[in-house]
C-alpha cells in the first residue's frame, strides 16, 4: 500500500517567518495530494490541495508544491502568524480513492 | 447544508464489551473512513468503503469492524473492546480525488 513520510514533526519558527513541511510517498500511480490543518480539540480541515497533473499552488500565505518524478511535495507558509500554529498533514490519494496521511508535522509560531 | 457527524463525542466502555460508533453523512458521498488518531502515529486508517455493500481494512484493522447499508451511514464496531483501542476515531467522507469532511471525532476511553 501507500506509504507516506511527513517531516519534520515539529517545527518551531518565528512569527513573520517562513514555514516548510515535506512529504514523500511511494505509489507512482498516486494523483492526489492534499494538506489538512487541525487545530487542537478540532477535526482536519483541508487548506490546499494539489493534482498530479500541476507543479505548484498557490492561495494567500500557503504554497504546495509537487515534484512527482522525485514523489514529493511540499507545504510552504509564508509570514507565520501565530493563528498558524496546529497540526499539519500531508496526505495522498493514489487511483483507488484511498486518502493515505502522514504522521503530522506540530507547528508552533512563536511570537 | 450536508454535514457529516459523529456519536457519541465521548464514550467510556470496559475491557472485552462491544462498542459501535456511529458516522452520517449528508453529503451523499460513496466514499467513507475511519481513522484513529494517537499521539506519534497521526491518522491511522481503520475501514473505508466506496459505496453501499462495500468494506475494506485499512492498516489498523485487527479488532475492528464495518457495514455500510445504506449511503449516509458506515458505523464502527468494536468487537471486544481493548485498552490499545483507546484513541480519538474521526469519520470521513469524500467523493474521491476532493476534499475529504471530517466528522468531530469520538474520544473513547476503554477501561
Known amino acids: 500500500g501507500e506509504n507516506v513520510e511527513q517531516h519534520p514533526s515539529t517545527l518551531s519558527v518565528q512569527e513573520g517567518d517562513s514555514a516548510v513541511i515535506k512529504c514523500t510517498y511511494s505509489?507512482?500511480?498516486?494523483?492526489?495530494f492534499p494538506w489538512y490543518k487541525q487545530e487542537l480539540g478540532k477535526r482536519p480541515q483541508l487548506i490546499i490541495d494539489?493534482?498530479?497533473?500541476?507543479g505548484e499552488k498557490k492561495d494567500q500565505r500557503i504554497a504546495v508544491t509537487l515534484n512527482k518524478t522525485a514523489k514529493h511535495f511540499s507545504l510552504h507558509i509564508t509570514e507565520t502568524q501565530p493563528e498558524d500554529s496546529a497540526v499539519y498533514f500531508c496526505?495522498?490519494?493514489?487511483?483507488?480513492?484511498?486518502?493515505?496521511f502522514g504522521g503530522g508535522t506540530r507547528v508552533l509560531v512563536k511570537p | 447544508d450536508a454535514e457529516i457527524t459523529q456519536s457519541p463525542r465521548h464514550k467510556i466502555t470496559e475491557t472485552g464489551r462491544q462498542v459501535t460508533l456511529a458516522c452520517h453523512q449528508t453529503w451523499n458521498h460513496n466514499n467513507m473512513f475511519w481513522y484513529r488518531q494517537d499521539l506519534g502515529h497521526g491518522l491511522r486508517l481503520i475501514h473505508y468503503s466506496y459505496g453501499v455493500q462495500d468494506t475494506n481494512k485499512g492498516e489498523v484493522s485487527d479488532g475492528y469492524s464495518v457495514s455500510r447499508s445504506n449511503t449516509e451511514d458506515l458505523p464502527l464496531t468494536l468487537e471486544s473492546a481493548a485498552s490499545s483501542q483507546t484513541s480519538v476515531y474521526f469519520c470521513?467522507?469524500?467523493?474521491?480525488?476532493?476534499?475529504?469532511?471530517f466528522g468531530q471525532g469520538t474520544r473513547l476511553t476503554v477501561v
Open positions: 496526505a495522498v490519494e493514489p487511483a483507488g480513492n484511498k486518502l493515505t
Open positions: 470521513a467522507s469524500s467523493p474521491g480525488r476532493s476534499e475529504a469532511f
Open positions: 505509489d507512482s500511480a498516486s494523483n492526489y
Open positions: 494539489i493534482r498530479s497533473n500541476v
